[in-house]
């Protein structure tokens, strides 16, 4: 017997070495293929970019996979203690493993096993490691060999400290969000060390499977499933009972993060950046490569530059009238419901969506935008209120089928059903004024001179209306405002701002046709001085100055300023016929404004990789002296500026004196109620299609712009001097209110001398119609009357041209605004 049983026990042994050998070759074939682990060391996963203002404000974040990454010691104990209780307690522990846990889920499967019930795993973090980084997520006993053997060697290589950060950092929690910096950002707009212990719980819950425990479609489960994890918690000693019954005794209280634009107004500025980085870098790198971007925009500059834009159009538009409503619903039963899935306009908090419902004492009743709670669902609440007859006055012009026609009640222009756009009157409950969106366009600019540093940029009046960016995707006409470049080629060549130019009828043979500019209103002014010529915005003397100069000396200085590419150097351009671009005709204006150094507009001041490196740097001057680590008596550190001179300083600040006339008495008088040292030019085109102004201090340029995106005109007297100075006054005002005035330096060497505002010639400071003018060493006043441009007049039949009247029209200033 004890033979026997020897014998058996011995084919035992031999079975079990056979069956080891066997299951030794099995493991063995199936794992000779296995993915190198030492990947996990090089680990970068895709990360979010995130831009910024300049005050540190986020801007906006960028990604595929929404997710911070965060090294281990970042993560606070607690939130740790919550996904070791919730996914594997034994962490710390087993050598990749858990046997134990392991040796339960075969048990329970096999009691399961025929029921349909889906198998139970019992994967550690070291092997759900595996499988994200390593292995597919394949349902079969390969790949859980795979896993086990991969985690045996994970765990010999790495720390369990290592392995943790990198399960924390790359599992997906749902909506979106990846790793437990962006989960946390994600469902409750917070960093992950103001967690509290419910929220840590909740978002350890999730890894089993997002969609099953989703805060509002499966609010139930989902809050069943984190109190289970908080009695874990409790169970192994990472919390107290207490803290653990006030824990679940909350809710859920998720409040998912919103994507895209953060910012307030923003949201122009942001699009341009985002396009910015994809044509340096790549999609892969702005939605994968955790760039931290700083830009140039200052906020509170961008709020005043989008109020300024917005009144101005609204006050342009409300002048021609109403259009109609957004759209038609029904009002018959509950109008909340319809009217809940008409788009609002996101960026335009201050005006709701709302329906008429019918008139209430001369006044139209409305049913305003019921709003949506976090989980997307319609509010029941249902508001009204009142458009009064004078909150709707200006709607009283309304254009029905594209004919402009005047009502006598309200109730004339708004019927039942009715979709409008409404603002509350402060201090009111239930009065509204009614509100359209500006059909007209327009954008607005504003600039550093001395970096080229884009401040605020807006492009429209609602990004959420329409993301064409007016500032640098329409290609507009300039119109006068290209002058300060002709003036200032010639300035740069020999001329000066008391040489005189005929503005007198001129006409100029293209090809077999007659170009006969004009000036705007039709009147001219007879010889007079390029100061006038510029603060008058006369037509007829800019073209017979380029012409004077050649139109290839105009279009070498629009080339170097930036304005063209290639400029075709015909006469029309000289009056701003071709078309360019807001930001580079401020990009143009900040030449003048800093002496004449060329810059390069930017919207990005650095960027950042993942970890910290900068790889980009707009301001590339050199100052070696700024990095001293202590004051020696060494003097002031000294920023060195090597950038292009494409313009004579002198000259800058001649051109600059001579705008600053246009603001003075010129085409842009307004802008002097501001009180401040400010040069600018206005612009209009022909039939009043586009309308300009810039202008500058000595340390900010602003350049505004209004028109119809497909070109027509605006009406008559819709001038650059009456649309875009007014929207250019309300920005600078705001803007400059906490600034002291500065005043544009004089160069050295610069003279001052007093001419004759009419002749140009020297005169006696402190006599009427005497004006204080620079010249540049060398030059001055003529000692002889000369007019440029009088051989057109003695061709067209000699002196006797220049009439008494058109020297009294020199004296009265007479000649068209333009």
Known sequence: MIRLIGYFFGVGIVLALLVAAG??????????????????????PPVTTRIHATDGALMAEFARERRLYLPIQAIPDRVKAAFLSAEDKNFYT????DVTGLMRAVLTNMRNFGSGRRPVGA?????????????????TMQRKIKEMVLAFRIEQAYSKDRILELYLNEIFFGLGAYGIAGA????YDKSVNELTLAESAYLASLPKGPSNYHPFRNTQRAIERRNWVIDQMVANGYATEDEGEKAKATGLEVKPRRRGSYLFAGEYFTEEVRRDIISRYGEDALYEGGLSVRTTLDPKLQLYARTALQNGLLRYDTLRGFRGPVTTIDVSGDWGVPLGEVEALSDVPEWQLAVVLGTEDGSISIGLRPDRDVSGELSKTRQTGIIAAEDMRWAMRHVVDGKRLKANAPEEVLKPGDVVFVEKKADTER??????VPEIGGALVAMDPHTGRVLAMVGGFSYAE????????????????FKPIVYAAALDNGYTPASVVLDAPISIQVGNDVWEPKNYGGKFAGPSTLRAGIERSRNLMTVRLAKDMGMNVVAEYAEHFGIYDKMLPVLAMSLGSGET???????????????????????????????????YKHDRRECDACVASEWEGQGEPEVINDREQVLDPMTAYQITSMMQGVVQRGTAVTISELGRPIAGKTGTTNDEKDAWFIGYTPDIVVGVF?????????????TGGGLAAPIFKEFMANALKDMRPVDFQVPEGMKIIPIDRKTGMQASAGQPGVIMEAFKPGTGPADSYWVIGMEDLENAGGPRAISPQANRAVNSGAGGLY
């Not at 087993?94 to 493993?97: N, R, W």
């Not at 009065?431 to 359209?436: A, E, I």
């Not at 930001?583 to 910290?612: C, E, F």
């Not at 209004?706 to 819709?718: E, N």
């Open 23 to 44: 299951v030794a070759i099995y493991v063995g074939d199936l794992t000779k293929d296995l993915p190198d682990y030492e990947v996990l060391a090089k680990y970068e």
């Open 184 to 187: 946390a950002l994600t469902y």
């Open 431 to 436: 009065s509204w004024t009614l509100r359209q």
């Open 706 to 718: 209004m028109g119809y995106d497909t070109p027509r005109p605006m009406g008559h007297g819709s």
């Open 94 to 97: 087993h050598p990749g493993v």
């Open 466 to 481: 329409s993301q064409f960016n007016r500032a640098t995707q329409a290609y507009r006409q300039p119109g006068s405002s």
């Open 123 to 139: 994967s550690t973090i070291t092997q759900q490691v595996a499988k994200n980084f390593l292995l597919s997520s394949d349902q």
């Open 581 to 615: 671009t807001v930001m580079r005709m401020v990009s143009a204006y900040a030449v003048m404004a800093n002496g004449g150094k060329q810059i390069t507009p930017s919207l990005i001041d650095r960027i950042q990789d993942r970890y910290g490196k900068t790889v």
